[in-house]
Structure formats: structure tokens, C-alpha cells
């Protein structure tokens, strides 16, 4: 690998607001030599994001958000009411259940891991292979499959829903222009909206957008060596990840290395295309020290074995602890604030 050329400071800066000089200390000159370093690496590789305000600050931008809010949170989107939407994707711990695989309404359990909502609207696709094309197309999914939410057809959820004292007229706000409000059409449409308001910025972004203070002198290192090992190959975009499918073991069988019990060939069962044989959506590293276990079976706890799995068997790279050490602070920077209001079920529900 080309080895990175660290340009050199002056050892003195002039104090915003005024004529005094001070001496800067060693770290803040090393600290100074990577950002620039950063600068030149990363060129337009990453965008900031910008959360929403209106959810940040408590509230609800409109009526459709409030409607997903609620709906997301309400166990009667299962059979037997004993799970919702956010009993796998609980958006008090970053939109995951921290579980390997996720029990659904009758006890039986899937055999993917449950990934983050957060952000999840700004993914090419959804789901481990991609088989839905957006949030909305998401959403709908798990409450009519039979292993997770087990509702046995979309009118049996809507009659259910209709003979509520909250949601006719919830429906009815939402979806003003619609002779019939309540179907799952605007279902899927309320839970989407709902999460498209779920996007975290992070301190990686404040650094994106001019704050150097944003990342400290180690989660600086680990950015650099991020790009020097390879990450940004599949990592990229403003959400570093969410925006390709990828063979999960370019230069080895995954399960030699995560000790994975069952060997899923990914994309490959959609249509036993060979071509897509372990082939798996890249997922984002947005909040990725928060939402362990790792890869599509959940098979990896420890977020440091996890990226030492990946350069090896995506990029034939053995890294070193403090490789690993410091990438994994960098994707420490890569976490961010989920709004308050969406932390837990609505007043009322």
C-alpha cells in the first residue's frame, strides 16, 4: 500500500479575535497534520447529514409522521399483539434489539439479523437482499409474513384498525384527499414517513462541515487508516454503507470467521441467480458501535473482531490491534442523536 505523506505545520497559530500567538501543543499539531491528510483523502467521498429539525426539537413535521409514530409502536400490527414494529427495532437502542435474530409474534424466530431503521430511508434498498425498494415497500413486509408479525392479510389488519377510537381520525388527517383513509396502502405510506424523520447526524458530520474540534486525534487516525485498509470501497456515501450489494467473503468463506451456524447464500435465494451467491446489501456503519451484533446473522459481537473479519476477507488485509483500534474509534464518531420523541409510544396510544 502507497504510505500516507503527513504534511507539517507551523508550530504557531494566530488566536481568532485577536494578535496573540500561542504555542501549540504536540497533539494539536499532529491532529492539524491529519486534517489536512483527511482533506486531501477525502475529497467528495462523504456528505453531511442534516437531521430533521421538527422531530429533533419534539415535534411532528405533519400528520402522516404522527400516524407512523403511533402505528410503529402498536402491537395490534401483529396477531396476537404481542409485538410492533419497534419490539425489533427499538429506537431507544438505536433502532436494533441487539439480538442475533428477532423473535416474531409466535416465538419463532427469523434467520436474518434485525438491521437499524435509523437512516434506513436514505438506503438504495431495503432488507439484508434488497427485496424491497424503499421504507414504505419495508414497511409492509414483516406484518404479513408468517415467522414475524403473522397478521394473515391486509384487510384482517385494517378491519382491526377501523373499529379503534384512535385511528379513523387519525387516518383521515393524514390522508385529507382520500375517500378511504384507512388502508394499507397509507399504512406503509404513515410508517415511512415516520421513518424518513428518523436521520442521526453525527460529530463525523460537524467535522464535514468545518468543526475540526468534531473528531478526536484517534478517531482522526482511524479515518485516515479507514481509506489506507480499503473500508470506503463499499463504505461510501453519506451513510458509508447502504448503497450496493456485495459478496460477503471476496477472499474467504465468511463462516471461517465468524462462526456462522447456518451458511446463508444471500441474494442467491431470491432467484438461485448464481451470480448473487453470498451476495448481501452493504450495511451502513451510521451508529454501527451501537447496533451489535454484527453482519446478517448477527453472528460478531465485538465491533473490533468485526473489522478485522471484513478487512480480511473483503480486502485480504491482517490488521494490527491498533488498526483496528483506531478504526473502530473513528466508527465511534458515527454516532448520533435519535430524536427524543421517537424514543418511545406516543401519548395515547
Known amino acids: 500500500m502507497k504510505k500516507i505523506s503527513i504534511l507539517f505545520l507551523s508550530g504557531l497559530f494566530i488566536a481568532c479575535g485577536g494578535s496573540e500567538t500561542k504555542e501549540l501543543t504536540a497533539e494539536e499539531k499532529e491532529s492539524a497534520q491529519y486534517d489536512l491528510v483527511i482533506q486531501e483523502k477525502l475529497g467528495d467521498g462523504f456528505t453531511a447529514l442534516t437531521g430533521n429539525s421538527d422531530m429533533l426539537k ?35 437502542t438505536f433502532g436494533v434489539d441487539n439480538l442475533s435474530v428477532s423473535p416474531g409474534d409466535a416465538g419463532k424466530t427469523g434467520d436474518r439479523n434485525s438491521p437499524t431503521v435509523l437512516n434506513a430511508a436514505l438506503h438504495n434498498f431495503q432488507f439484508w437482499d434488497g427485496r424491497a425498494k424503499d421504507v414504505e415497500e419495508q414497511a409492509g413486509m414483516p406484518i404479513l409474513n408468517p415467522v414475524e408479525m403473522e397478521i394473515p392479510s391486509k384487510d384482517f389488519l385494517m378491519k382491526r384498525l377501523s373499529q379503534t377510537d384512535l385511528y379513523p381520525s387519525m387516518f383521515k388527517d393524514a390522508f385529507p384527499e382520500d375517500s378511504n383513509p ?3 396502502d397509507n399504512l406503509q405510506k404513515a410508517i415511512g414517513a415516520f421513518e424518513r424523520s428518523l436521520i442521526t447526524p453525527s460529530r463525523f458530520d460537524k467535522y464535514l462541515a468545518g468543526d475540526k474540534s468534531a473528531l478526536t486525534l484517534q478517531e482522526k487516525k482511524g479515518l485516515v487508516a479507514f481509506y489506507t485498509v480499503g473500508c470506503n470501497t463499499c463504505h461510501n456515501g453519506n451513510l458509508l454503507g447502504g448503497n450496493m450489494f456485495q459478496k460477503f467473503g471476496v477472499h474467504d468463506d465468511y463462516w471461517k470467521h465468524t462462526g456462522s451456524k447456518n451458511i446463508d447464500k444471500g441474494m ?10 453470498y451476495m448481501f446489501k452493504v450495511p451502513t456503519l451510521r451508529n454501527v458501535e451501537k447496533t451489535a451484533p454484527y453482519f446478517h446473522d448477527g453472528s460478531v459481537s465485538d465491533l473490533k473482531q468485526a473489522v478485522k473479519i471484513m478487512a480480511k476477507i473483503q480486502l485480504d488485509r491482517d490488521l494490527t490491534d491498533e488498526e483496528s483500534s483506531r478504526i473502530t474509534a473513528f466508527l465511534g464518531s458515527l454516532t448520533g442523536e435519535v430524536p427524543e420523541i421517537a424514543k418511545k409510544a406516543p401519548v395515547g396510544l
Do not use: W
Not at 411532528?60 to 410492533?84: C, M, N, Q, W
Open 268 to 277: 442467491y435465494t431470491l432467484n438461485k441467480d448464481e451470480s448473487k451467491m
Open 58 to 92: 419534539g415535534n411532528y413535521p405533519d400528520a402522516k409522521v404522527k400516524l407512523g409514530h403511533f402505528l410503529y409502536y402498536d402491537k395490534r400490527l401483529s396477531k396476537t399483539e404481542k409485538i410492533s414494529c419497534n419490539s425489533c427495532h427499538n429506537l431507544a
Open 182 to 184: 384507512i388502508s394499507y
